[in-house]
């Protein structure tokens, strides 16, 4: 099989050479071992292009070893799990892996789309917005399309994700972000102090750098140092040691974001595995020790693959023994990038020459290079490449250009700590003159920064950086940290001359690879006005890919204040915003998708009105009997009809448990309910119950109920459905905040209490069937509006209200919850001799439209008590909320749109809810508007529809004909303004 | 969702039902069990002002546990008060029928007293992987250090309100609103099929 891995070394590096594995590259067959990550096997099997670039299809090719990478983004799976822009660098290889490069047409070797590279003197910077100015018209359907196709990156699954997704939160005293020589002596540290330790990292393998670097620490090969302090701290049971979990986020209060792919290294998750978990992790303190990225340095044809990051050869020789090319040459600025070079040579690398642009190199370095038989270039820089991949590249040097074979060119031009998450609180990082480089300016709260990240970046000042600030995040805690032998590693000097961009440069160079922004690019937006990093951003969309600039940033804003003559810090930065890394929608919703979005309440008669054959309607959380069709209705306006029929003629039973219940008990409930009720309830009668309107502060209405007197310290109040948790919360917030003196405790009964209401002329007989022996229900004994405490179906306790909404005779009864199907079998029983007709929301709602009856519609939180009709329950006697807000002029306004009830001139149009009025023959624009249609249904009772509505002046213009005006569905009608009350407007068969 | 994938512990059962009784996910000795069969009598004490610290110890002598008024679940036989907000205690007893009338007698005027029999459904959960379950679902952390038994939270449980409290060393009780019984059933089953988790109903 090694054989087939042409660029793997023999031995070495941390792979598995027992457990091989088979994948597939746009349909061809590569084999490569555990331990792998995409990239890493397509190198080690001689793939070097991987992809298209996003604007101009350049062919591309690897380019880092890390979440930085902005090239080698690929599709990864196929189908339903299919996921465009998986980065190869980061994806780890599994058995059976599929991957297929993207953004390229018809294949990846030919791309036709690839003319656009020929186009590119006309596609440079802001040219979207130049180019497709006008005709406007076109943007729909010719622009849009053609740039979409042009420029998309790769595409989404089609089918809905078969995986599960979830969600979850941990605690902790400390975590650490990110496992690397810092992160993992600073897990250690506060783990052996018995704090609960959380140390997450992004890759399968905690270690970070000890991973990808040649040499000992503490007398054993990095690597295997690094797996030993894993393994001390697997083992320690306060630590928590999350692998493959990205920490994407900084939120308040101590709680970060991290994503654990928990099953993104199998083809498919174990059975009943999630593919992903989010957490929220809420931590007391928090160490970032999230390392550094390598920067490149721009020059001309930096994009050809072959050209890569200096440290990202290393990795892939040390770490995954594989040479990305036979011909190794190096362009850099800083000593770190020679020493990656001369230990990958050591490790078997072919090494053939070395760039530098300083003129001065520590002469120990270029001799250990030449003992290697590597050519030297001082004072001098790459200008050009050739070579659909790498093949040569050209040298501007004192000594005059030439040009040199090579198929990898290694760049460096110095290494940016990973600031990220110190930027999510609004913190500017700091540009360092030492480092040329920004460090991480004010942090979260709590959150402290160590090793790389903080520009610490030798190794024995990270491992001891990470141990002292470990320490002392345990022991601001309480935790006693005992003493950590921290490993003595020689730091090797950090030697850079900050270079960002070779002038010299021949063809396209490179800034921003994912988004295709070139140096030149840079130059047009200065040219053009653009000086501030945010409109350079913005205009040239440098940093704007899902890879955010990570390797672009810093050379873009450095590139601008060469041009501008400023310094780094006088031009700034642009800040990181969450995630640090793209995270899957499905992750953020968890278990929460279709139809378990959000949770469902039941009511306690479901069960029964699904086998009555109900058709459900979500009315908040709850599911509600919307209506119960027939055999041979055509319709539900039938089914509707047929419904309020039966009601208004015998009787019909419907489930009202949704309306919020709340219990009020001490000896001030009467004065809480007078302050919050525009009339008055103290001096209500025990036994008997009252309409109430509730305002909110600013004095429109906020609810609207009954509330009854079921002892002379307790009221039970109802709620509409919508309202039920406001209006407790406002009176919690009564009490609590505005009138703590006052004594009255309140408990949600909602829950409690099954609720039936009966209507119909036949409904007191029904009710009289199933109230125990010795419970009065006639008229004298429960007189409309009476509610007494009785028992039922043989001593099930129960309160017995008679309401109406639907303005015909009615009761409402309520038992415990759990039996109220019970009930609702007992009244089907009783009321068999009636015809009793099970109804729903619909029924309901056409029967309060016939009664004049306010609803939802039209309790829209714009509405007064004046504007519904109701201004006359509102007491002049005491005070409550909302009163002296309610006295505002503009509420009070003769000329406000007031509740009427309409029916159509012709007596046969359809009235539609959301219609505005006009005065006949006037104009539909807004200075002619009146108000407009709030609830209509189709009344069986009169024959035709029926509509309710505000409109200006209502009460004084009944018998007025107005213009109801649709544009939304394209009608209008003349509707004529009538008293809203279409049904028994005496009130007589209430009180029969 | 039909095309879910075949370990989709939910799959074929309807929304709007509570999922019937037996083995979900990975089989084997289950990682959690769940049990409604327990429906104790339940009573909402509300103390009335300044009577929290006088409510909290009569219920504890009344009731068992040590009669504080913080979050907390005292266990008496065949009973347990929790703490569900200053001053505000539910009372679960297997056998007082006449619960309000008991808790009354036990605490004259100092308390308003509500039935709650059936506003509740009580899960009991049991297993050693039920914490990392509730992680799922509970912004609490429920670390025995920080939350030794006899601690109770009233919270959110995926997105669905619920008292939750320590009874044992690996039992806990969650206390959900009835109407939300087959969502919040969804949940258990959706986030504990990973370990195994047998539901057992109501007998």
Known sequence: ?992 | MADRSPHDPLAGIAFDRVPPAGAYGVTGEPGIVVSTAEEPFIALVAARNGFGASVAERLGRAFGGPGLDRPHAGFGSGSTVVGIGPGRFLVLSRAEADLPGTLRAVLGTEAAITGQSDAFVLFDLSGARVPDLLAKGAPVDLDPRVFPVGDAATTLVAHIGATLWRSGETGWRVLVARSFEASFTRFLLGAGAEYGLRLEGRG
């Open chain 1, 1 to 992: 099989m090694s054989r087939l891995n042409r660029n793997r070394l023999e031995a070495g590096g941390l792979i598995d050479r027992a457990r091989p594995l088979d994948f597939v590259f746009d349909g061809h067959r590569y084999h490569g071992y555990a331990g792998d990550t995409l990239a890493s096997a397509l190198l080690a099997n001689g793939v070097r292009l991987v992809g298209r670039s996003f604007k101009y299809h350049r062919p591309r090719g690897i380019f880092s070893a890390g979440a930085e990478e902005p090239n080698a983004l690929v599709e990864l799976r196929a189908d339903a799990r299919r996921e465009p822009n998986s980065r190869a660098t980061v994806t780890e290889l599994f058995d059976g892996l599929e991957a297929t490069s993207q953004n390229r047409w018809p294949s990846l070797g030919l791309d036709l789309l690839s003319l656009n590279r020929f186009l590119a003197p006309f596609l440079g910077a802001g040219f979207y917005y130049k180019t497709f100015m006008w005709p406007a018209a076109f943007w729909e359907k010719l622009y849009e399309p053609v740039i979409r196709r042009a420029a998309g990156l790769g595409r989404a699954a089609r089918e809905a994700d078969p995986d599960h997704y979830e969600k979850a939160t941990a605690f902790c005293d400390v975590l650490v972000i990110g496992a690397g020589p810092a992160g993992l002596m600073a897990a250690l540290a506060a783990g052996r102090s018995g704090a609960r330790v959380i140390l997450a990292d992004e890759d399968f393998l905690p270690g970070g750098r000890l991973n990808t670097m040649a040499g000992e620490v503490h007398g054993q090969p990095a690597a295997a140092f690094a797996a030993h302090v894993a393994a001390e701290l697997a083992s320690l049971p306060n630590v928590r040691l999350m692998t493959r979990t990205t920490v994407f986020g900084v939120y308040d209060g101590g709680t970060y974001g991290a994503l654990e792919r928990v099953a993104d290294h199998l083809a498919v998750p174990a059975p009943f595995q999630p593919r992903q978990r989010l957490w929220r992790i809420v931590a007391r303190r928090a160490l970032l020790a999230a390392g550094a990225t390598e920067r490149p340095i721009v020059f001309g044809g930096n994009d050809r693959p072959g050209v890569m990051l200096a440290g990202a050869v290393g990795t892939y020789v040390q770490r995954h023994a594989v040479l990305p090319g036979r011909h190794v040459a190096l362009f850099a600025n800083n000593d770190g990038a020679w020493r990656e070079m001369l230990d990958a040579a050591a490790t078997g690398a072919n090494v053939e020459t070395v760039v530098d642009v300083r003129p001065n190199v520590a002469p120990e370095l270029v001799e250990a290079a030449r003992a290697r038989g590597i050519r030297v270039f001082t004072e001098a820089r790459v200008i050009a490449t050739q070579g659909r991949t790498l093949r040569s590249f050209d040298v501007l040097s004192p000594g005059g250009r030439e040009r040199l074979a090579a198929d990898t060119l290694a760049v460096s031009g110095g290494w940016s700590p990973c600031v990220h998450l110190t930027c999510h609180h609004g913190g500017k990082p700091a540009w360092n003159e030492a480092l040329a480089a920004f460090v991480p300016g004010a942090t979260p709260p709590g959150l402290a920064v160590a090793g790389a990240a903080n520009g610490t970046f030798g190794l024995g000042a990270a491992l001891r950086e990470g141990a002292g600030k470990g320490a002392e995040a345990a022991g601001a805690l309480g935790f006693p940290v005992p003493p950590l032998d921290v490993p003595q590693v020689e730091d090797a000097p950090f030697a850079l001359t900050p270079f960002w961009h070779v002038g010299e440069s021949r063809g396209p160079a490179f800034v921003d690879l994912q988004n295709d922004v070139t140096a030149k690019d840079v130059g047009i937006a200065h040219a053009e006005g653009f000086r501030s990093v945010e409109h350079l951003k913005r205009y040239t969309t440098l940093g704007m890919a899902t890879d955010q600039g990570r390797t672009s940033n810093v050379t873009g804003l450095a590139i601008m204040a060469s041009l501008t003559g400023a310094s780094i810090p006088e031009t700034g930065t642009t800040i990181f915003r969450p995630p640090y890394s793209p995270v899957a929608l499905g992750a953020l919703a968890g278990h929460h998708r279709g139809k378990d979005f959000r949770p469902v309440r039941l009511t306690p008669t479901h069960e029964w009105a699904r086998a009555q054959g109900a058709v459900f309607v979500e009315t908040g959380a709850w599911l509600r009997a919307q209506y119960f069709p027939r055999k041979g209705e055509r319709d539900w306006l039938e089914t509707v009809s047929r419904e309020v029929k039966a009601v208004r003629a015998s009787v019909g039973l419907i489930d009202v448990s949704t309306f919020g219940k709340i219990d009020l008990q001490g000896p001030d409930a009467g004065t809480l309910l007078d302050r919050v009720y525009i009339n008055t309830f103290s001096t209500l009668a025990v036994g008997k119950a009252r309409y109430g309107v509730m305002l909110r502060e600013d004095g429109f209405v906020m609810d609207d109920g009954t509330t009854a007197r079921v002892a002379p310290e307790h009221y039970v109040m109802t709620t509409t459905t919508a309202n039920a948790a406001k209006v407790y919360q406002h009176l919690e917030f009564c009490l609590q905040v505005l009138w703590p003196e006052l004594d009255v405790s309140l408990a949600s009964v909602s829950e409690q209490w099954a609720q039936i209401a009966i209507a119909g002329p036949r409904s007191r007989q029904v009710l009289a069937k199933i109230v125990d022996t010795g419970v009065d229900v006639t008229n004298e004994g429960l007189p409309f509006m009476g509610a007494v405490e009785a028992r039922v179906m043989g001593g099930v306790e129960a309160r017995l209200f008679r309401l109406s909404f639907s303005g015909e005779l009615g009761y409402e009864i309520a038992v415990p919850a759990r039996s109220g199907a019970a009930l609702a079998e007992a009244l089907m029983q009783a009321g068999e001799e009636f015809a009793i007709t099970p109804y729903g929301v619909e029924a309901l709602g056409v029967m309060r439209i016939e009664k004049g009856h306010v609803s939802g519609n039209e309790l829209s939180g714009q509405t007064t008590a004046r504007d519904l009709g109701l201004g006359r329950m509102a007491s002049t006697k005491k005070d409550y909320i909302g009163r002296v807000m309610a006295s505002r002029p503009g509420l009070v306004d003769p000329a406000r749109p007031c509740l009427a009830g309409f029916r159509p001139v012709n007596g046969s149009s359809r009235l539609r809810a959301g219609a505005h009025f006009l005065p006949l023959g006037a104009r539909p624009e807004t200075a002619n508007d009146e108000g407009y249609m709030t609830s209509v249904a189709y009344s069986p009772h009169l024959g035709h529809w029926i509509g309710l509505g505000l409109i200006v002046r209502g009460p004084e213009r009944i018998g007025e004909r107005v213009r109801a005006y649709d544009p939304v569905r394209g009608e209008e009608f003349e509707v004529e303004i009538c008293a809203p009350g279409f049904i028994d407007p005496e009130g007589e068969r209430l009180r029969g």
